[in-house]
């Protein structure tokens, strides 16, 4: 038979006009927050999460945060003194590396700094991160805290889990409707970096191993037209 002929369909999502709209906007909204904000700060994440950083947007409804392409950012501030928007806000760009932001404010710098020192949310980890601790589910009757709660305290995991955690690696098996292990099983190691099964075991027993953090970097002042560093500043 003849190869068919019919029309693909091209979603409009994964041409490059849209990619490039959206920079343009990115571009324009970073100079428009410069013109309306006393401070412009860089900030670093750890362990992203979408519905921790919509919290900090809520807390900071007065103010403006960008988390977009790194490059489009750097550019719409200036990486220059020829090219930079506002005098001296060049000597931001050095900090707007890796997985950064920008945080638009008229608030005092040190109740920001102040805030964002004290925060933090604790969350599941993802594949590819450090374990902070060791975690060993014990041997016998496996409950649904993995060891972490006295037995009196929990109650033992399904066994409709079973075949879940075995997929996992978990070396389990049934006995009388009770998901057992003859052996303790240790999941992660502290330092060991974590895979897919690790990380749906943690989640699975409770056990949290990341942490939302926002750390800032540095600011740039309207006012002063200069850029403090805030490891230096800490210091």
């Given at each position: 038979?003849?190869?068919?002929?019919?029309?693909k369909v091209v979603h409009l999502s994964k041409t490059?006009?849209?990619?490039?709209?959206?920079s343009q906007r990115l571009?324009?909204?970073?100079?428009?927050?410069?013109?309306?904000?006393?401070?412009?700060?860089?900030?670093?994440?750890e362990n992203m999460r979408n519905s921790y950083l919509k919290e900090v947007r809520?807390?900071?409804?007065?103010?403006?945060?960008?988390?977009?392409?790194?490059?489009?950012?750097?550019?719409?501030?200036?990486?220059t003194p020829a090219e930079e928007h506002l005098t001296n806000l060049?000597?931001?760009?050095?900090?707007?590396?890796?997985?950064?932001?920008?945080?638009?404010?008229?608030?005092?710098?040190?109740?920001?700094l102040e805030y964002f020192s004290a925060y933090a949310q604790t969350d599941f980890a993802r594949a590819?991160?450090?374990?902070?601790?060791?975690?060993?589910?014990?041997?016998?009757v496996v409950y649904s805290r993995g060891g972490e709660?006295?037995?009196?305290?929990?109650?033992?995991?399904?066994?409709?889990?079973?075949?879940?955690?075995?997929?996992?690696?978990m070396p389990t098996k049934l006995d009388k409707g009770k998901v057992m292990l003859e052996a303790p099983y240790t999941v992660c190691k502290e330092g060991q970096i974590l895979n897919s099964h690790q990380t749906a075991l943690l989640k699975m027993f409770g056990v949290a191993m990341a942490e939302f953090k926002v750390e800032m970097k540095a600011y740039y002042s309207a006012a002063t037209e200069s850029v403090t560093e805030v490891?230096?500043?800490e210091e």
């Amino acid at each position: 038979m003849p190869k068919s002929k019919r029309a693909k369909v091209v979603h409009l999502s994964k041409t490059g006009k849209k990619g490039k709209e959206l920079s343009q906007r990115l571009f324009a909204n970073v100079q428009e927050a410069a013109d309306n904000f006393q401070y412009i700060f860089v900030f670093a994440v750890e362990n992203m999460r979408n519905s921790y950083l919509k919290e900090v947007r809520a807390e900071f409804s007065d103010s403006r945060i960008f988390f977009g392409k790194t490059k489009v950012m750097a550019k719409a501030l200036g990486q220059t003194p020829a090219e930079e928007h506002l005098t001296n806000l060049s000597a931001l760009a050095p900090y707007l590396a890796g997985n950064v932001g920008l945080f638009f404010t008229n608030r005092d710098p040190q109740d920001i700094l102040e805030y964002f020192s004290a925060y933090a949310q604790t969350d599941f980890a993802r594949a590819g991160i450090a374990a902070t601790q060791t975690f060993i589910i014990p041997a016998g009757v496996v409950y649904s805290r993995g060891g972490e709660l006295p037995a009196e305290d929990d109650v033992p995991l399904p066994h409709s889990q079973e075949i879940t955690v075995r997929k996992w690696g978990m070396p389990t098996k049934l006995d009388k409707g009770k998901v057992m292990l003859e052996a303790p099983y240790t999941v992660c190691k502290e330092g060991q970096i974590l895979n897919s099964h690790q990380t749906a075991l943690l989640k699975m027993f409770g056990v949290a191993m990341a942490e939302f953090k926002v750390e800032m970097k540095a600011y740039y002042s309207a006012a002063t037209e200069s850029v403090t560093e805030v490891d230096a500043m800490e210091e």
